[in-house]
């Protein structure tokens, strides 16, 4: 089991990645990770997977067949959950506008560094808590940075000829998302001139500039919420891809825990309003503690209760429990929503 | 001088409140703080306010007259800077999206109360940073927490029953904004027991519901930002007011600065694109230390050595600087804009 988390922590954000659980019949709880088609790895006592790969990654793959990430194979319900949730930030510049964008990148948990030329500011970016700040001249910064399909690129230099040298180098990088700041008149100057230095028209067209959600913003940290807002909205456009934090596979894999056993709780599928989406995953440790949340409350008090329980038992390892928050009784109890959820608990 | 800026740290935050300064002639830097149409203090050498106090503010308060904070009177021109910037926000709750809204909250300026009833979950309030946590039934937390035209409520408990306690109140108070979590059904449910307690339909009609701009968000972290996008929004909708963030008052009025002489430097009108708009504030003090920005870059270095030289000089009290950012030495020195803006300093 830890060798398949093993997997899932170290896999390729490059590649398309998605993990596959059976949530009812004799087979639930078994589970794999497939990348880019292949099946990497599956849980041992299973073997169900590898008759089935070709058929199961298509099914997923097909947004007509994989509905809220639920597939029906053989009459067997697979959660396909797809991998790439970390977004990589990227931030050209660490002026006023960059620092409120550090921050909240860092709330959401991104990765996020920061390119800047100047010491001082450089020095403003690792004080707001940048993952990596490359402090070196634009280009030679930048070649550092790999880009990917979770890289999420902000320019806000200090100036238009900074932002074209960022310019002409991202638009060749793979990447999810560009967003350059600036007035309309400059920001078609520096992608016109970025079209003659043989940047793609077709990425130049997906630039997002003026950078941010129209919402007036006039400070910087107002610019700093806008330019995150538009970024969440991109990403949340795509196929919805949850994944597991950093901090819940740190925690199943750190060495000196591996012996304590943990049960991981997936929300595998909701119907109605629920606080909380499908993918969404909360750790559970022996002593209470919590990594993640499914939307707290005492809908989630009723899933710790499941949890400590099947921390205590020899015998049962994985669980779907069914959540109602439509009746009276949720209402009562304070309940937030008015929807159903299915909920996975494995104990690891 | 000290009192002008003393009555304008002390002025009631629910009533309309300008400054009203001379940026060119004779009078250059005469000033005069109004509130509800009552001049309330100007500066001493001037008397040139009281006789046209009643013209004075209707022309500021009148959209077609006041262009971009600037009117003409007499053939000078007069730049009125409406105050009321800063935000009092009230988050109801402290669950998992109100920790998020703190810390945004926070980054912006704005002054941040919470009202929760569960001690653990007020002390995250508290840890995150809020100005003010009251730890009492949202009845009781609500009675204490007076409304105002600047002070935005977001409703964000554990149950619908609480929203419905803070909503009934909280729609008989004075307020900028009022928003609340929830599912369209559930929000309608308690929009309607709303109608039939007492609530004044108008406000009701108002409500932001499902709270935050629809950019998709799912996690705590996301909704936070769509919120506070939402807040921004509307917060900069209304007439555009700048005036004097805390931070400034304080360093102007602390008694151990009283004797140093600072420059204040202000953005009173824009042609094209800049950085920063009307209103923009920064104060120099004689050590070089800058309280807030106009914007970064070059024109902020230039306009800081302007500030040394009259901090220097004996005569010098307010000046008109006008910045070009249009130009080829514009570009070569990499500054981010198109535009040409007037810098008004004055030394205090």
């Known amino acids: ?13 490059n590649q398309r990645n998605m993990v596959a659980t059976v949530i009812d019949g004799e087979a639930l709880g078994q589970k794999a990770l497939f990348s880019d088609e292949m099946l990497i790895c599956e849980t041992k006592e299973s073997g169900y997977f590898s ?25 067997r319900r697979i959660y396909c959950d797809w991998l790439g949730q970390e977004i990589h930030l990227v931030i050209c510049g660490a002026g006023h506008v960059s620092i409120p964008v550090i921050q909240i990148g860092l709330m959401m948990g991104c990765e996020v560094t920061v ?40 320019i806000v230099t200090r100036g238009h000829r900074y932002d074209q040298t960022c310019l002409d180098l991202i638009a060749r990088k793979n990447h999810a998302y560009i967003g350059m700041i600036g007035s309309r008149a400059r920001v078609a100057k520096v992608k016109e001139t970025a079209l003659l230095n043989g940047c793609d028209k077709a990425v130049l067209d997906q630039l997002y500039s003026p950078i941010g959600l129209n919402i007036n913003a006039e400070t910087p940290v107002e610019i700093g919420v806008a330019i995150m807002a538009e970024i969440i909205e991109v990403k949340n456009r ?16 750190k060495p000196e825990e591996k012996s304590g056993r943990k049960v991981l709780v997936t929300i595998v599928a909701r119907k109605g309003s629920a606080p909380r989406d499908v993918g969404t995953k909360m750790l559970v440790t022996p002593e209470g503690r919590c990594i993640g949340t499914i939307g707290g409350g005492c809908m989630e008090s009723e899933v710790l209760q499941i949890a400590f329980q099947m921390l205590h038992s020899e015998r049962e390892k994985s669980r779907l429990f069914h ?26």
């Open 51 to 75: 008759g089935h790969a070709e058929t199961i990654w298509n099914m997923a793959s097909d947004k007509d067949q994989c509905r809220k990430g639920l597939i029906t194979l053989d009459g």
């Open 115 to 154: 390119l800047e030329d100047r010491p001082q500011f450089a020095d403003n970016a690792r004080r707001a808590g940048a993952t990596t700040v490359i402090c070196e001249p634009f280009e030679q910064g930048l070649s550092q940075v790999e880009g990917g399909s979770n890289t999420y690129f902000v």
């Open 1 to 13: 089991m830890l060798e398949l988390y093993k997997a899932i922590a170290d896999c390729d954000s």
């Open 238 to 253: 795509k196929m919805r891809s949850s994944g597991y934090s950093k901090d819940i596979l740190h925690a199943i894999l």
């Open 323 to 348: 959540v109602d928050m439509t009746g009276a009784d949720a209402e009562e109890e304070g309940m937030v929503c008015g929807g159903v959820i299915d909920v996975l608990l494995e104990v690891i």
